[in-house]
Antibody, heavy 120, light 112 residues
């Protein structure tokens, strides 16, 4: 079964750090660009970051300089290191797979989401 | 404020047809980048409904269709059903934002 499973969410104090993980299974992980998308409770989807098949990284303006995305093909996993967290980062974080074969493909597989709560 | 603009809400009676618009600019939809549509049911992860402007993944009913013209795209739903009540998002790529993907603000579909 093609699947993505996030982990690592939880409660963190403002200014703190958290590392999210996304484990992939059921497909050739190394062939796909992978993404993080977040959603504040009751709000819309916000693209956060992407890691390409060659390891290139991309970030939204709201997280650039604070978040770092990486991948480990040998473990079929990718990660989001989040530093200097603020209340504005509190959201459900989804990992997602980009469809192969297009320049700006859709996200055809999504994880179930992991909640990040930033509070003192 | 989202880079892609969607109406906050639309509604329709069962059996009717509704459309959801997604308006962008010359750096995203107008530049020729594909538009994708997602459906998000309450408490669940989004699911792709239409990709590359007008393609339906297997398993998505043909009641759902997509189109794109100029700097805008549209999602049409015909034969509206109660189970279609959900949030819908458009998504594309924006060349002015360094490789960024962009989403619309989302549209809440209510089946009356």
């Amino acid at each position: 079964e093609v699947q993505l499973v996030e982990s690592g969410g939880g409660l963190v104090q403002p200014g703190g750090s958290l590392r999210l993980s996304c484990a992939a299974s059921g497909f050739t992980f190394s062939n796909h660009e992978m993404h993080w998308v977040r959603q504040v409770t009751g709000k819309g989807l916000e693209w956060v970051s992407a890691v390409g098949i060659a390891g290139g990284t991309f970030y939204s303006g709201s997280v650039k300089g604070r978040f770092t995305i990486s991948r480990e093909n040998a473990k079929n996993s990718f990660y989001l290191q989040m530093n200097s967290l603020t209340a504005g980062d509190m959201a459900v974080y989804y990992c997602a797979r980009e469809r192969v074969g297009t320049t700006s493909g859709d996200f055809d597989i999504w994880g179930q989401g992991t909640m990040v709560t930033v509070s003192s | 404020q989202s880079v892609l603009t969607q109406p906050p809400s639309v509604s329709g009676a069962p059996g009717q047809r509704v459309t959801i618009s997604c308006t962008g600019s010359s750096s995203n939809i107008g530049a020729g980048f594909d538009v994708h549509w997602y459906q998000q049911l309450p408490g669940t992860a989004p699911k792709v409904l239409i990709y590359d402007n007008s393609n339906r993944p297997s398993g998505v009913p043909d009641r759902f269709s997509g189109s794109k013209s100029g700097t805008s795209a549209s999602l049409a739903i015909t034969g509206l059903q109660a189970e279609d009540e959900a949030d819908y998002y458009c998504q594309s790529y924006d060349s002015s934002l360094g490789g960024s993907r962009v989403f619309g603000g989302g549209t809440k579909l209510t089946v009356l």
